[in-house]
């Protein structure tokens, strides 16, 4: 539920494709320059030479889309041309489920397999050289304290970016540089933002953070002898269930009409009875229902016509917290998107068949991650109001095909690995 849409497919693919010709072009310059450099050098066996060496094709070190979490595809995989003794692949993924804000987040792999270690060291050191220089850099920076993550490697650096896409959009990007023995390889992990400044965008810097060390041990696992890195739970696509750190929902205003329903997640049992889920991974632990997968929580009853839904909820890293009435199914039904940075709102939509998620009123909240919040939906035949912590926010009338009857739910579109929404002290009423 979002009032900005997806980039266009055959747009990111250009800026993918222009990315990988300059990294391949750079490789290209240091491969160039390191082979008109041993020309010139007398012949030496040196400490780096006399290591045992691997060999192979440097295609089988890279992951398959398979290894990656769910959402990837192959975006490009390519040989790169090499005339200084080894072979160089690169591949690049892309993943446009990538929750926050609908936008997609990018992984490209370089890996080489030299005939020497000096060789692997000096095209790493020269594309690392060249990175602030790349087209799009705005700034770059060392990260060191990421670097600490990595043991058992020959060589690693790490660099963040901010960058101004030819599109004109703006990005931030984590690459790696590592080598070991004589295989070398460079990763680049990215994802556009509106700016440099926003919770967003540190948000997003965070992800990718933890991404950069996922994805950098899909390949070091793959070599002799283990690279050891301090590997996350997988920041994009599928991921196993957390457990929630429970933290106590405020006592906040409470509805005063008679219960016609009530769920405050003290008995898992019992709520596994009076719920269904539509998707998603849902937990009950420490008398909070949490989220950690994409999906929607549909409580067993039909509500009246007119009727109040109350709740508390609270979202960690993540922006959309979700909830929904008059819910038939998942195409048809009224939901609520409370919204953290950088949208700080909360918006109604109406879902029904061959028109999902149509916003019909937005109204600016401020609201904060990891925090508490009532909200409460008081529904009058068309009319709808939307309270948050007893100050009212939403106010409609539908007077164009009412969704006259349902259920209540929750539901998140989130991060999972990484994101988690709780809910707790669920009352449904009669007006």
């Not at 009032?3 to 491969?31: G, H």
């Not at 960058?163 to 703006?170: C, D, F, M, R």
């Not at 508390?312 to 009435?325: A, E, L, P, S, Y």
């Not at 999902?356 to 909200?375: A, H, K, L, M």
């Amino acid at each position: 539920m979002r009032d900005s849409e997806n980039p266009e497919f055959t747009r990111r693919d250009k800026v993918l494709i222009a990315i990988l010709l300059l990294i391949s072009a750079a490789i290209a310059v240091a491969i160039a320059a390191i082979f008109i450099k041993r020309q010139l050098q007398s012949q030496f066996v040196s400490k780096l030479e006399v290591e045992e060496l691997i060999s192979g094709n440097s295609q089988e070190y890279l992951p398959s889309v398979a290894d990656l979490p769910s959402g990837f595809v192959v975006m490009e995989d390519n040989p790169i041309e090499f005339s200084s003794g080894g072979n160089f692949h690169t591949r690049t993924f892309t993943n446009s489920d990538f929750v926050l804000q609908g936008r997609e987040v990018n992984v490209t792999y370089i890996v080489g397999i030299t005939n020497e270690t000096t060789i692997a060291q000096e095209v790493l050191d020269r594309l690392y050289s060249g990175a602030p220089s790349m087209s799009g850099i705005l700034s770059i920076e060392p990260i060191s304290d990421l670097e600490k993550n990595f043991s058992n490697t020959d060589s690693v650096k790490i660099l963040f970016a901010h960058e101004l896409t030819e599109l004109n959009t703006y990005a931030i990007s984590y690459t790696v540089f590592l080598r070991y023995r004589n295989v070398m390889t460079m990763l680049v992990v990215s994802a556009p933002v509106d700016n440099f400044d926003s919770n967003y965008t540190q948000q997003v810097k965070d992800m990718l953070g933890k991404a950069v060390l996922y994805y950098s041990n899909l390949v070091t696992r793959k070599l002799p002898d283990r690279i050891q890195i301090n590997v996350p739970q997988p920041p994009f696509g599928a991921a196993p269930v957390l457990t929630p750190v429970y933290i106590s929902p405020p006592i906040n205003s409470t509805t005063t009409q008679r219960p016609i329903f009530k769920d405050d997640f003290q008995d898992s049992g019992t709520t596994s009875v009076n719920w269904s889920p539509l998707g998603g991974t849902w937990v009950v632990e420490n008398g909070v229902l949490s989220c950690t997968a994409n999906g929607k929580y549909l409580a067993n009853i039909t509500t009246p016509e007119d009727f109040t839904f109350q709740l508390d909820i609270m979202g960690v890293n993540v922006i959309d917290k979700i909830i929904v009435f008059r819910a038939i199914d998942d195409s048809t039904h009224y939901g609520i998107d409370f919204r953290t940075a950088p949208y700080n709102d909360i918006v109604l939509v109406k879902s029904l068949p061959g028109n999902i998620g149509r916003i019909i009123q937005t109204v600016p909240f401020e609201n904060y991650d990891s925090t508490w919040y009532t909200i409460k939906v008081d529904v009058e035949n068309n009319h709808i109001k939307v309270f948050v912590n007893d100050q009212q926010t939403i106010d409609f009338i539908d007077t164009s095909s009412p969704i006259s009857d349902g259920t209540v739910g929750v539901g998140a579109m989130l991060q999972p690995g990484f994101s988690v929404v709780y809910y707790d002290n669920i009352v449904i009423s009669h007006r």
